[in-house]
């Protein structure tokens, strides 16, 4: 039997278009506080998302992604998350190429960034009134800018306004407006034995998730989970990791904007201050989210990480297996 590990990286592509489809439904529910009907019992929504899944399978089985029938047993978990899209893409290959700001490579056709009146071409210089030149690189190498720029867009309440600096030919000027917010529900998906299998309970087991939705009202930020018990939790860019139920122990980094500390980043990236670990006892069918908490009276405490601690902000009830 094929491992989780080595299957999922094909798996990515169906279990995105699961959310994909699912957050098209959220964005087209009603705002009006009424319920919109569930997906299910032959409707639409249902009989798009069954074709769709099919056809992914069969591109998958046929390009020899997928083992022979009985090889493979997958499931894939994916924790309730609010997104928060811009719709754009942008030039963050480099330190030196955002020197200025972020350049605006394209725009999503009706998305938020075109509804503020953003375009192809255009020099981002500014987010909520924060600069986004010269901020130097993060440490994959890419441009700092566009965390912070993605982070911004990330604490965003949902219908509240973002604020961008834009710079066209030789014009600066301000746009803002509201950015909604797609809530898309779990998910879950079983493949092959895994599906045949059946029964069981649902709840076999809990979930960390990384997702960074942390309030920055409550001094919270985003979190990177490095190990778990001194072993690789999963792909490097998954949001929600599966363990079993007892006593685990998170080696953690933190994603907290440079903005927010009072020294640079050769300090912040010091070896003493890269990880700290945390101890969380998981219970089954509970999701725990992790976060960096800023530690405001030491902000300008750098040595041995003084100013953040890994901290469980909010523990959700979801079922797992």
């Known amino acids: 039997m094929k491992s ?46 069954r074709q769709e899944l099919r056809a992914l399978m069969l591109d998958l089985a046929a390009s020899g992604a997928l083992a022979r029938t009985g090889d493979v047993a997958l499931e894939i978990d994916e924790p309730a998350r609010r997104v928060n899209d811009l719709g754009l893409l942008v030039d963050s290959s480099s330190a ?30 500014s987010v909520n009134a924060q600069s986004l030149a010269s901020l130097g690189a993060d440490a994959s190498g890419q441009a700092q800018a566009a965390r912070v720029l993605r982070d ?7 219908g509240d306004a973002l604020k961008l600096g834009v710079r066209r030919n030789d014009r600066t000027f301000a746009v803002s407006g509201p950015v909604a917010s797609v809530h898309v529900p779990a998910v879950r998906l079983t493949v092959g034995a895994a599906a045949n299998a059946g029964g069981g309970t649902s709840s076999a087991c809990g979930r960390i998730s ?28 998954a949001a929600a990791f599966r363990l079993d139920p007892g006593e685990h122990t998170l080696t953690v980094s933190e994603g907290i904007e440079s903005r927010y500390l009072s020294f640079n980043e050769r300090l912040r990236n010091a070896q003493s201050n890269r990880y700290k670990t945390l101890t969380v006892r998981v219970e089954p069918g509970t999701t725990y989210f992790l976060a960096a908490r800023l530690n405001k009276d030491k902000v300008s405490e750098w040595k041995d990480g003084a100013y953040w601690d890994p901290v469980i902000w909010k523990e959700v009830a979801e079922s797992c297996r």
Request: without cysteine; glycine residues 14%.
């Open 4 to 49: 989780l590990r080595s299957q999922s990286r094909f798996l990515r592509p169906l279990v995105l278009a699961v959310l994909a489809l699912t957050a098209g439904s959220a964005l087209a529910q009603p705002q009006t506080g009424a319920s919109a009907p569930a997906i299910g019992g032959g409707s639409p929504g249902e009989e798009r998302l």
């Open 96 to 125: 030196d190429r955002a020197r200025d700001g972020l350049r605006v490579l394209a725009v999503t056709p009706g998305g938020t960034a075109e509804r503020l009146g953003v375009r192809g071409g255009d020099l981002l210089v």
């Open 152 to 158: 911004n867009v990330s604490a965003v309440p949902d």
């Open 210 to 237: 990384v997702f960074g939705d942390a309030p920055r009202s409550q001094d919270l930020h985003a979190a990177k989970l490095i190990t778990v018990d001194g072993r690789l939790p999963g792909p490097t860019d």
